[in-house]
């Protein structure tokens, strides 16, 4: 298990590609059980209630797999789907644990600091990192270039952010 949090890392560290994960559907449940049951906390920050965090991390969870089978499938790479959809899970949970604590911090300070604070700045810092990431593994997983790569990491950053915000902050 600590060899397979060293491929995560290494992964976010752009060392290692999806290529080295196992292609296991033991591992690729296990890194999406992670990655929602973090992303609750991450989305309990900023929505009211565990019961609606909980529906926006599964909306997250199954966005990321649906959309991560759609890209492979669109390139006839549906094969690499398992160590693909595992590595944007295993390192997205991850992210995710570093961003925790910054959120708490953000939401605590945010009614008495200026809207620009320290928080913010890394909130934002790791969301590029985390956007570089996604490029690298998608580049991997796609066999394509790291440009169409960070494309589709922005898109698909884009379109989580939008569903979420869509779906659970102007709802709410």
Not at 18 to 36: E, G, I, M
Not at 39 to 67: C, E, G, K, M
Not at 101 to 118: D, G, M
Request: charged share 10%; net charge positive; with cysteine.
């Amino acid at each position: 298990m600590l060899r397979v949090i060293q491929i995560y890392w290494n992964i976010c560290m752009l060392r290692a590609g999806p290529q080295d994960l196992p292609a296991s559907h033991v591992l690729l449940a296990a890194a999406l059980l992670a990655y929602a049951a973090v992303a609750v906390l991450i989305a309990h920050t900023i929505l009211p209630n565990y019961s609606a965090a909980a529906l926006a991390a599964a909306v997250d969870t199954l966005l990321l797999a649906v959309l991560s089978r759609g890209l492979l499938w669109a390139r006839m790479l549906t094969k690499r789907w398992n160590q693909t959809c595992s590595a944007l899970a295993g390192t997205g949970c991850i992210f995710e644990i570093i961003l925790w604590p910054i959120n708490i911090w953000q939401h605590a300070i945010s009614n008495s600091e200026p809207r620009f604070s320290l928080p913010l700045v890394l909130v934002l810092t790791i969301l590029v990192w985390n956007v570089a990431v996604i490029a690298h593994i998608l580049r991997h997983a796609l066999t394509t270039s790291l440009f169409n790569g960070a494309l589709l990491a922005v898109l698909y950053t884009y379109v989580t952010i939008s569903a979420f915000r869509g779906l659970f902050i102007a709802a709410g």
